[in-house]
């Protein structure tokens, strides 16, 4: 009989699960039922007495490693945090979220108790022994693992399940005793970008890709390289947007031509790039070929404006196609979501 831990650590605040954590529940439910296996949660975080409060309705043994030792991402802390966690709810399978938090300790962590690690699995299967789903090779092979050695880590992609919901209520969480090492790294704060200077959001509903044409010659003779900054910000700003990119336009940087100043190859969706999970795309100027395209295998819903009535997208790569000046669609939708000005 496996004995089943999901390991979920806090947000920002210190008080709630991430949303990969909740989703990591949800995987964690679904495959105990499915296996008849004991469930526990362990929670990393600073007060993991009100972020168990969601998980009440789970049923599962609730254990937390909290305090201000645990608010921040630090490898010593959460690296025991994690094993003491795992010793506890002495766990054969260990499900955790591949956040950057758990994905830098998790291997680290099924060292010290002699066990093995997956990374990347999209999804759980099997009634008789656990079946974990990865891609390999850019998304092109899609394999299903199963290993006898235990304990087994599970790093969970993001957006593969859905978020865990409960009501919340008082819970019952076990305070599991962590000895910590010396601490040599001190977190002083966190130096992010602003919110809306951060163009690439995973857990957006919709992806808007922006291609080369965005700056090239128009209609008039003349490069719009400005307008279309604004138009695309704009739109990522009032529909709350992730923002891709072909391979062409962030190759321009490199090339003395016209540039989109907020994108880099972090942007890049596609064969040599990203392949995002979002519900809806919407593809801008961009001619969709193949290795473009590839990048869109997790998105469901497929649109595109271009030019071009013989562009990759109509030959069956999207849903719906406008063949029409990206410039004046993207004026009229902004128009009509009330975008304000980029700047
Ligand atoms: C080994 C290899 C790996 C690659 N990997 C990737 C990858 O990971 N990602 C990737 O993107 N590419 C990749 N490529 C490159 C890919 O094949 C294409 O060259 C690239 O995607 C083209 O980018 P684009 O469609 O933006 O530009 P273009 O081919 O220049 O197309 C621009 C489009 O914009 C349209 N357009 C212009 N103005 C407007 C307007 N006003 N309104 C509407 N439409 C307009 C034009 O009609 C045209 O169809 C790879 C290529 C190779 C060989």
Redesign the pocket.
């Known amino acids: 009989m496996e004995n089943l831990l999901v390991l979920t650590h806090g947000d920002e605040t210190g008080s709630a699960l991430t949303k990969a954590s909740l989703e990591a529940v949800t995987a964690g439910r679904e495959l105990a039922a499915r296996l008849g296996a004991s469930l526990t949660i362990g929670i990393v975080a600073a007060d993991a007495a009100a972020a168990a409060g969601i998980l009440a309705s789970t049923g599962a043994r609730l254990l937390a490693v909290s305090g201000e030792a645990f608010a921040q991402p630090r490898y010593t802390s959460d690296a025991a945090a994690c094993e003491a966690l795992c010793r506890a709810a002495a766990a054969t399978i260990v499900l955790a979220p591949g956040s950057s938090r758990f994905t830098r300790v998790a291997a680290g962590v099924a060292h010290r108790l002699g066990g093995f690690i997956d990374t990347h699995i999209t999804a759980l299967g099997g009634t008789d022994a656990v079946e974990a789903t990865r891609w390999f090779y850019r998304q092109r092979v899609e394999a299903v693992l199963s290993r006898d050695a235990r304990p087994w880590f599970l790093l969970l992609d993001a957006g593969t399940h859905a978020a865990f919901a409960g009501e919340p209520a008082a819970a019952s969480v076990e305070q599991i005793a962590v000895e910590l090492p010396a601490l040599r790294t001190t977190v002083t704060g966190i130096h992010a970008p602003k919110q809306d200077a951060q163009t690439i959001r995973p857990d957006a509903k919709l992806l808007l890709v922006a ?4 700056t ?1 010659k ?1 209609a008039d003779g003349q490069i719009h390289a400005e307008e279309a900054g604004d138009l695309i910000l704009g739109f990522l700003r009032a529909a709350s947007a992730s923002l891709g ?5 962030v190759d321009q940087r490199g090339e003395d031509q016209p540039v989109l100043p907020f994108l880099t190859h972090l942007n ?6 990203a392949t995002p999970r979002h519900a809806k795309g919407l593809s ?9 395209v ?2 869109w295998r997790f998105i469901a819903d497929r649109r595109a ?4 009535p013989n ?1 990759g997208w109509t030959r069956g790569k999207a849903d719906v196609v406008y063949i ?4 004046q669609v993207m004026a009229r939708v902004n128009a009509l979501l009330g975008a304000g000005a980029a700047k």
């Open positions: 291609g080369a044409g965005w090239k128009q990119s072909s391979k062409s336009l890049q969706i596609g064969q040599t790039g801008t100027c961009c001619h969709g070929e193949e290795p473009h590839v990048g404006i271009s030019l071009d562009c029409a000046d990206a410039f």
